[in-house]
């Protein structure tokens, strides 16, 4: 049964990296586009995002979940460690995701239309990298946990393990992933110039994913971050980024030939193998503290809990992912494009 | 005031923050589909028209609910971690359903909102009435969750450590039925009476008078029912509490002295220094009755409670007398809104509106109130005589800045979101058949 838990608790995130991931991307794409392109990406984010932006994200609260009634001593470590991460990404998700809301159901069009959209996309860019901080923190080996409040100050205990150039890293390095995932589903979804615009960002976002990824290797190595180390000297680990860096090849074919399908599995396949290289070299040890390492298994929650917990994932699974492929699929069908408020503003 | 008060403070702010939002976002899918189902039969544009202006409404308050239902699930952990390591395996039932739900929910809404004219016209509506199911499902299983805090069990206790765990009883515990149901009726009545109270202000200011009259119409049949059914369900509350948590209810009525036969106070100034209460009006024998169904039932007394196991009195006491104050006025709204069935004259008076307006937000108050009751009434204990609330929070110092950033957030989110109901009233108007 715990295996139920834990492959729930990683399809989710698997999800929340592709589908919250391609989310933000979406802004973050209409933050790096011209002000003439901002247009039409607003309208097919709208087409592409919004009937199922909102259950993206509840993969993040089904993770919690997860975390806190099966991993409680994991959990226990992770949200007292991250308050103030963790707070930064909830401020981040509460303002993109009304200002997408608002900007889309205001029903008069003037000014404040204005401030949606940047609050969208500025939101969209600083989330992602405040979750990846959050997760560098994790993995980054500054966190101290102690009972000892006199010697330690607020700063020790609570700021500098997320607040450094690892952590930085690790959340730009989310958020290009993001912008990468997105621009590359969008050029499935658009026609003439507005793909040739896609392709563009799809090609500009996968070189600095690859640029930030190497630095942030590099620069995880000459600092002796364990996690990093560990996975440097990781075959299976170091097998999946070579293979990732070997299907960059098909991909950039893919890209520049605008294959709409093939691009977008080839950039899920790059996803997939950089989650499972990361987390394959450390796993289940996912916190590492300035001294010892926190299995996600340790303390774990008694097997009446579990058993019922991976009961309850499996009904809600059989009712949730048909309903969920049926909504995509609802409105993958769907290609007109369509400018929904305007018309009915005045 | 310390990291304890400060961080009590911003889980009550939240909580009634969200507690807002997800009672509209549970109650008025129904008034949604209802005015859908009345365009589809009688294809009355007008019917058509307020759909889609409730639609509009529904995905504002349910974008507001659902990021601000987001940031409660981070901040049960991030402001209670020792209470989440505990009780977490205990309660995961009631929450794993709840995010199923949720989910069932936003999938429906992707459906609903963006179907119109996409999908078939009866599946499609058929995905708003999904929409309120699992809304309202959401609502009885984290209050359920709740209800096992006041009524801890599916585990034992011993030595301090949960062991024996039953996720099943858990979830099922003594408290569920009577506080979900005490919720699920609260939210309709709420929520009716807000939204008809909004369409009757328009009906008042003689804006688009026959649209308004028919949406006041879905939404206050919906709160008059609720609101003739709600002492029933609190009766089963208190006869509930009167039994698992005694100190709680002589908290609520600000009863000291253990007494058999004991009178029931309405009103009332608490002097918790000195443990009285002045200018209240008695009811001789009524709490007796009331808690216990006998008359001559003896009701224990803050007195006989330990001290360092009372909640604060005064607080409980005012607000479960908003509450039950109210409740009885928006039951003789209700009777009112009734009796206008017969006497329809009675929608020409400008009084008759300006009743509904006044009584709007009132539901709103009543619930807050009624969580103060139950919340500030389990004080000092987080989990019922199990662990105490200053076992449980965060040792990280700093609670007051983290309180005035939530509390600053949603007091400019609110407004927006005023202002926006505001714009969306006014397009409504200016609208032309």
């Keep these: 049964m715990l295996y139920v838990v834990l492959f729930f608790l990683l399809f989710s995130l698997l999800l929340y990296v592709l589908l919250g991931g391609a989310d933000f991307g ?45 991993f409680p001593a994991y959990f226990n470590i992770m949200i007292i460690y991250l308050h103030i991460p963790l707070t930064l990404v909830l401020l981040g998700i509460t303002l993109r995701g009304v200002a997408f809301v608002f900007r889309h159901y205001d029903a008069v069009v003037d000014g404040s239309q204005f401030w949606y959209n940047w609050l969208f996309r500025i939101g969209s860019f600083v989330t992602p990298v405040f979750l990846g901080m959050s997760f560098g923190t994790l993995i980054g080996g500054k966190i101290i946990i102690t009972e000892d409040y006199e010697n330690y100050g607020f700063y020790d205990l609570f700021m500098q393990h997320w607040l450094n150039i690892f952590s930085l890293l690790v959340g730009l390095f989310y958020a290009a992933l993001c912008a990468f995932l997105a621009s590359t589903l969008l050029i499935g979804e658009a026609d ?10 799809s090609a500009f976002f996968t070189s600095v994913l690859v640029g930030l990824g190497f630095i942030l290797i590099s620069f995880g190595y000459l600092n002796n ?48 193998l ?54 995509m699929r609802s409105f993958n069908m769907i290609k007109v494009l369509e400018k929904p408020q305007k018309n009915n503003s005045k | 005031m310390e990291n304890l008060d400060y961080a009590r403070l911003q889980m009550a702010f939240t909580l009634g923050f969200h507690i807002i939002f997800a009672c509209i976002g549970m109650v008025m899918p129904f008034f949604m589909v209802l005015s859908h189902h009345k365009w589809l039969k009688t294809r009355d544009p007008i019917y058509k028209r307020l759909t889609m202006a409730w639609l509009k409404g529904v995905a504002i ?6 990021v601000s239902g987001t940031a409660l699930s981070f901040e049960l952990g991030m402001l209670w971690p020792e209470f989440m390591k505990h009780a977490g395996p205990i309660i995961g039932m009631p929450f794993s359903l709840e995010g199923a739900a949720f989910f069932v929910e936003a999938i429906a809404l992707g459906f609903y909102l963006y179907g119109w004219n996409k999908l078939p016209e009866k599946f499609h509506w058929f995905t708003g009435i999904i929409i309120g199911i699992s809304g309202v499902a959401s609502g009885i299983l984290v209050v359920s969750a709740n209800g096992w805090m006041n009524a801890p069990s599916g585990f034992d206790y011993i030595n301090g450590e949960f062991t024996n765990i039953d996720p099943v009883a858990a979830l099922l515990n003594p408290a569920w039925f009577t506080q979900a149901l005490h919720m699920t009726l609260a939210a309709f009545v709420a929520t ?11 009906i008042f200011r003689k804006r688009n008078v026959e649209l308004n009259t028919k949406a006041f119409k879905i939404a206050i049949v ?53 443990r009285t209460v002045s200018h209240k009006i008695e009811i001789p024998k009524a709490l007796s009755f009331l808690a216990f169904g006998d008359f001559d039932a003896e009701v224990k007394g803050l007195n006989d409670f330990p001290d360092d196991e009372l909640p604060p009195v005064a607080i409980v006491h005012y607000a479960f007398q908003i509450m039950v104050g109210i409740g009885t006025l ?40 009624g969580w103060v009751v139950t919340e500030v009434g389990r004080q000092p204990w987080i989990i019922h005589q199990i662990m105490r609330t200053e076992e449980a929070v965060t040792p990280m110092p700093g609670m007051k800045y983290s309180f005035f950033f939530y509390l600053f957030l949603y007091t400019v989110l609110g407004l927006t979101v005023t202002w926006l109901m505001n714009r969306q009233i006014k397009s409504l108007n200016q609208t032309k058949d």
């Design chain 2, 192 to 202: 009716s009476f807000g939204v008809a109270g909004v369409h009757a202000f328009q």
């Design chain 1, 225 to 272: 971050v364990k996690f990093i180390k560990d996975f440097i000297h990781n075959p299976v680990s170091l097998a999946c980024v070579a293979l990732s860096g070997v299907l960059l090849i098909p991909l950039w074919k893919a890209i520049k030939k605008e294959y709409r399908i093939a691009s977008r599995y080839l950039a899920i396949s790059q996803v997939i």
């Design chain 2, 61 to 66: 308050f349910f974008v507001t609910g659902a």
């Design chain 1, 192 to 201: 003439g110039k507005a793909r040739k615009h896609y392709v563009k960002n």
């Design chain 1, 26 to 70: 979406a802004g973050i794409v209409e933050l790096f586009s011209s002000a003439k392109n901002r247009e039409q990406t607003k309208d097919t984010i709208y087409r592409v995002m919004g009937p199922i932006w909102e259950a993206n994200h509840i993969w993040l609260i089904i993770m919690l979940v997860i975390l806190w009634v099966a």
């Design chain 1, 274 to 327: 950089i989650l499972f290289a990361a987390l394959y070299a450390h796993f289940p040890y996912i916190i590492i503290t300035s001294d010892k390492e926190v299995s996600l298994l340790e303390n774990l929650a008694p097997d009446a809990t579990i058993s019922n917990l991976a009961i309850m994932l499996l009904i809600g699974g059989f009712i949730i992912l048909p309903g969920l492929f049926h909504l």
């Design chain 2, 222 to 274: 919906f709160g008059a029912i609720a609101a003739f059914l709600q002492p029933l369900s609190g009766d089963l509350s208190a006869k509930d509490v009167a039994e698992r948590q005694p100190v709680k209810l002589a908290a609520m009525e600000a009863h000291y002295e253990t007494k058999k036969g004991a009178p029931l106070y309405i009103g009332g100034i608490v002097d918790e220094e000195n």
């Design chain 2, 330 to 369: 928006l039951i003789f709204a209700g009777l009112i809104y009734f009796i206008s069935l017969k006497k329809k004259n009675w929608l020409h008076s400008k009084y008759y509106w300006l009743l509904f307006i006044i009584v709007a937000p009132l539901g709103f108050v009543a619930v807050e109130a």
